[in-house]
């Protein structure tokens, strides 16, 4: 069980860095097109 508990905590820890990645690129395009 501790094992599974690691490795959601693990895939919640990457979706939220991947989805701050996401929202970076996101505004380094909406600077460069302004």
């Not at 490795?7 to 991947?18: H, M, Q, T």
């Not at 929202?23 to 395009?29: A, G, L, M, N, Y």
């Amino acid at each position: 069980m501790v094992e599974i508990a690691s490795e959601e905590r693990f895939k919640g820890e990457a979706g939220k860095n991947l989805l701050a990645q996401i929202i970076e690129r996101s505004v380094e395009k909406d600077g460069e097109g302004s």
